[in-house]
T-cell receptor
Framework: SQQGEEDPQALSIQEGENATMNCSYKTSINNLQWYRQNSGRGLVHLILIRSNEREKHSGRLRVTLDTSKKSSSLLITASRAADTASYFC????????????FGKGITLSVRP | EAQVTQNPRYLITVTGKKLTVTCSQNMNHEYMSWYRQDPGLGLRQIYYSMNVEVTDKGDVPEGYKVSRKEKRNFPLILESPSPNQTSLYFCASADFGLQQETQYFGPGTRLLVL
């Protein structure tokens, strides 16, 4: 079924380092979103990038989208221990009636 | 404060005992949705609603019912819960009318069916 595939599944870095997470998909999309989930809690929207956009920034977050490669990257710069969470790529596929399809998530651990 | 609320937050029940999980949003969003989250499977959509009295199946609707009689509420009903419905459930809402498409999630309901 249609779904974004995140890579890596888990990532452990030192505080202050950058974290890069990737999402790939197989069919055309309207937009791609990234969400964060702290352990056992609700998801929080981080950033949305539309299919006609290539890069967006929000604070320490930078998202890129390459529709020719059907892939996106989320970069968190100067990571903090508070960034420890699961990160999900979510896509609205073309013709999917606004349905948001989530990937399985990436577990990020930022060591103090 | 703009939010999505769910009740209860935690629930332990037995097989076959009907239950309802309520969801309410105060943002006047047309779109509401229910997801379940299971280890290794990510979030899967159960049902969604594009507006009042309009509901549709998601990826895993079996064993669930929903209703949308008012814009702000979207309850999830398990008529006869089974152990395979033990999961973490999330309600979400969005305002697609403004092309926002950002979903706002509730805090989650952890359900254990014995």
């Amino acid at each position: 079924s249609q779904q974004g595939e995140e890579d890596p599944q888990a990532l452990s870095i030192q505080e202050g380092e950058n974290a890069t997470m990737n999402c790939s998909y197989k069919t055309s999309i309207n937009n791609l979103q990234w969400y964060r989930q702290n352990s056992g809690r609700g998801l929080v929207h981080l950033i949305l990038i539309r299919s006609n956009e290539r890069e967006k920034h929000s604070g320490r977050l930078r998202v890129t989208l390459d529709t020719s490669k059907k892939s996106s990257s989320l970069l968190i710069t100067a990571s903090r221990a508070a960034d420890t969470a699961s990160y999900f790529c979510a896509l609205i596929f073309t013709g999917a009636n606004s349905k948001l399809t989530f990937g399985k998530g990436i577990t990020l651990s930022v060591r103090p | 404060e703009a939010q999505v609320t769910q009740n209860p937050r935690y629930l332990i029940t037995v097989t076959g005992k009907k239950l309802t999980v309520t969801c309410s949003q105060n943002m006047n969003h047309e779109y509401m949705s229910w997801y379940r989250q299971d280890p290794g499977l990510g979030l899967r959509q159960i049902y969604y609603s594009m507006n009042v009295e309009v509901t549709d199946k998601g990826d895993v609707p079996e064993g669930y019912k929903v209703s949308r009689k008012e814009k702000r509420n979207f309850p999830l009903i398990l008529e006869s819960p089974s152990p395979n419905q033990t999961s973490l459930y999330f309600c979400a809402s969005a305002d697609f009318g403004l092309q926002q498409e950002t979903q706002y999630f509730g805090p989650g309901t952890r359900l254990l069916v014995l």
